[in-house]
Each structure stands twice: as structure tokens, then as C-alpha cells.
């Protein structure tokens, strides 16, 4: 295997980019003409992989998050935020992205995820995971399980809405969202409908619509499943691939709040929120 400076050949440019890849990179240093990420140890670009650093601590909804990797910004262009990212999708293998690392960066990567996963100072009692389009959730899941010794899984309990269902409840809902976003609907119903059009799974795609409006619309909800016995008086640990806008990972605690009655929860991810 080259060396991994072999293979970065050129400079990460705004210019490079293409209209469809407007995103937060997760990786290092990416070529968009051949769609490879590779990681580098500059770490004020896209992930910091140090493995001397602690777990990244944040909050949403009052609940610890607990990141393994810390992000940042590779630029400061705000409207080409979006929520999709190489980094996830070369662990996805989605949108013709792939890594180009060496044996080094993969080892580098695995003993990062297992000294975070080493520090939490919690002993959990389940794992409930998020849905997602790939099987990545559920191969971080079995891993965090093993590393931590957690006795109970819940792979399914969540699911992703179809997005036809999710826009005609949206519409069943008109009056609603015209009272929450006052003068600014017209507009943001253009912004969400396009979002709408771009999506191309059968199930909705939070990536494709604006995060602002986000939390307007419901798109994850449970199967309806009784895993009470695994959750109530329990400590849960809510495994998601990344945290971008917050919204999917709040939806699923308010169902467990709602739902169950937990000793504690706590959101694990691979990625942090961008600050």
C-alpha cells in the first residue's frame, strides 16, 4: 500500500466543486472528480481523528450527545451547508463515493472508535439505534455492543417514513404550517416542495429539504413494537450515524419520552454536530 501523501495529488478547492456536491466534508481531503475521501492527520480540516482527544460532549434536548469523531468546517460558505457529506457516504458506499486510505488510516480509524467507546463512564443497558438508508447504523451498533457490553439491542423499533405519506400529511397539515411560518410560508412551502422533488429513495430524505423546516415535518415514527421491558428504568444509549441538523435524533428521543419511562438517555455518534 503507497503511503497515503501519494495518493493527494491536489489541493481541495471551492472552484472543484460541483453543483450537486454542495456539503459539510466529513473528510479530510476529498477529489470530487473521482469521488474518493482519505483522512489526513490535519485536523483543523473536516474530522479531527487525534487519538488523544476525549469523547466530544454536546446536548440536544436536555440529553448528553457523545460524539467519536469531533467535525469542522473545511469553508465558511454557509449556503453550501447540507446535510449529506462524503465521509458517511464512502462508509455507505453511496453516491459513488469511496475511501482511498491506507491499512495505517483504517487501523488509526478502528482504535480511535474503540478508545472513545473505552471512556464512557456508563454502564448502558440497551441500544437503540436510528434508522438509516444504509446498514451502517447497525454495524456500529453490533460494535458499540460488543465494545461496551450492552445486553440489549433494538434495531427496528424506528422507522423512516415513506416521503409521499410524509408530504400528504404535510398537506392534510396546511393550516398549521401557514400559523407556524406566518409570512414566511409561501416561500419556505417553494423550498420544501423542491426539497420533495430532489428526493430520490421512496423514503423521505431529510437532506433534501432546508434544515430550518425540519421540524415541521414528521418523518420517522416507531413500529409500535413493546419493548418496554428493555427500556423503562433502563439506561439507553440512541446510536446514530451523525448529527447534522438535530432533528431526526430529537423526533426519536421525544418518542422515547413520550413512550417509555428510561433511568437515562444518551445519543452516540460517529459524528458531531459542526460548531
Known amino acids: 500500500m503507497k503511503p ?38 490535519n485536523h483543523s480540516r473536516g474530522v479531527d481523528f487525534s487519538l488523544l482527544n476525549n469523547p466530544v460532549y454536546d446536548k440536544i434536548d436536555d440529553v448528553d450527545i457523545i460524539s467519536i469523531f469531533k467535525r469542522t468546517k473545511l469553508y465558511d460558505t454557509e449556503n453550501r451547508q447540507r446535510d449529506g457529506n462524503p465521509f458517511i457516504y ?8 469511496k475511501f482511498n486510505i491506507s491499512d495505517d488510516d483504517i487501523r488509526k480509524y478502528l482504535r480511535r472508535f474503540i478508545d472513545v467507546c473505552s471512556k464512557l463512564d456508563k454502564k448502558y443497558d440497551t441500544i437503540i439505534i436510528v434508522p438509516s438508508s444504509s446498514s451502517l447504523n447497525e454495524r456500529f451498533m453490533k460494535s458499540v455492543a460488543k465494545i461496551l457490553n450492552v445486553p440489549n439491542n433494538i ?18 397539515d396546511m393550516n398549521m404550517l401557514r ?15 423542491q426539497g420533495f422533488r430532489k428526493m430520490k429513495s421512496k423514503y423521505f430524505e431529510a437532506k433534501c429539504v432546508p434544515k430550518e423546516y425540519l421540524k415541521y ?3 420517522i415514527d416507531d413500529n409500535g413494537e413493546n419493548v418496554s421491558d428493555m427500556i423503562n428504568d433502563k439506561n439507553v444509549l440512541l446510536l446514530d450515524d451523525i448529527v447534522s441538523s438535530g432533528n431526526t435524533v430529537s423526533s426519536c428521543l421525544n418518542n422515547i419520552k413520550t413512550t417509555f419511562k428510561p433511568k437515562s438517555i444518551t445519543v452516540l455518534t460517529l459524528l458531531s454536530k459542526v460548531k
Do not use: C, P, Q
Open 4 to 41: 497515503l501523501n501519494a495518493y493527494i495529488k491536489e489541493s481541495y478547492t471551492l472552484s472543484s466543486i460541483h453543483d450537486d456536491d454542495m456539503f459539510i466534508v466529513e473528510g479530510i481531503d476529498i477529489n470530487t472528480e473521482n469521488r474518493t475521501v482519505s483522512l489526513t492527520d
Open 90 to 97: 464512502a462508509l455507505k458506499n453511496k453516491n459513488g463515493w
Open 155 to 172: 434495531e427496528n423499533y424506528f422507522v423512516k417514513l415513506n416521503a409521499d405519506d410524509v408530504f400528504d400529511s404535510l398537506v392534510d
Open 179 to 193: 400559523e407556524e411560518l406566518g409570512d414566511n410560508f409561501n416561500e419556505a412551502w417553494e423550498k420544501i416542495k
Open 217 to 219: 415535518i414528521k418523518y
